[in-house]
């Protein structure tokens, strides 16, 4: 079974611009998660969709976005990047966003703004 | 106050060992713990879950609860070298979704 995939590895941009982060869930998986881990921060919740509803968003401005797809994929989009931006981004999946599900997660996305 | 706090570490145990991890958690209403280990520049994988109180064994790990204490903890046997890596403990609460991360805690197993 192919777990969670994501694209790309690695992302450079500059500050202002925007960024798009791409993640498949495992298949028959219809929650997406997104997580930031910056440097010294930890991992940080930032979005849940399911069903290609947004469900949960944490503590990030509005310049973080997303969407899921009818094919339950995801996209991230990050504008207006900032330095501080810089991270590597998660991705998860779990089968229905139960709160004793299993969340699997991606390689990640590491993306540095410059 | 944190939501999820694990001492950073380095914890530093010999081969063979046992090592104990510890987690707190600041928020009554959560209902399941997790387990992920993180090698560095990986991304997180699940070694165990934990939904009741008491002990769950698998293998060579053991997670405890204690809801009454806000407590979980995740004890690796035998420890071994390519056990050396960061443990993140995570806890979801009843309604689903996201899930909290302590800051990790770095574990060392020296041969």
């Known amino acids: 079974e192919a777990g969670v995939t994501q694209s790309p590895t690695h992302l450079i941009k500059t500050r202002g611009q925007q960024a798009t982060l791409r993640c498949s869930p495992i298949?028959?998986?219809?929650?997406v998660y997104w997580y930031q881990q910056a440097l010294g921060l930890g991992l940080q919740f930032l979005l849940w969709?399911?069903?290609?509803?947004?469900?949960n968003r944490g503590n990030f401005p509005p310049r973080f976005s997303g969407r899921q797809f009818p094919n339950y994929s995801s996209e991230l989009n990050v504008n207006a990047l900032e330095l501080e931006d810089s991270a590597l981004y998660l991705c998860?999946?779990?089968?229905?966003?139960?709160?004793?599900?299993?969340?699997?997660f991606g390689p990640g996305t590491r993306l540095l703004v410059l | 106050q944190k939501e999820v706090e694990q001492n950073s570490g380095p914890l530093s145990v010999p081969e063979g060992a046992i090592a104990s991890l510890n987690c707190t958690y600041s928020d009554r209403g959560s209902q399941s713990f997790f387990w992920y280990r993180q090698y560095s520049g990986k991304s997180p994988e699940l070694i165990m879950f934990?939904?009741?109180?008491g002990d769950k064994e698998d293998g060579r790990f053991t997670a405890q609860l204690n809801k009454a204490s806000q407590y979980v903890s995740l004890l690796i046997r035998d420890s071994q070298p390519s056990d050396s890596a960061t443990y993140l403990c995570a806890v979801a609460y009843n309604q689903g979704g996201k899930l909290i991360f302590g800051q990790g805690t770095e574990l060392s197993v020296k041969p």
């Open positions: 998860a999946s779990s089968p229905t966003g139960g709160a004793r599900e299993t969340q699997y």
């Open positions: 969709y399911d069903e290609g509803e947004e469900r």
């Open positions: 934990i939904y009741s109180n």
């Open positions: 298949s028959g998986h219809t929650s």
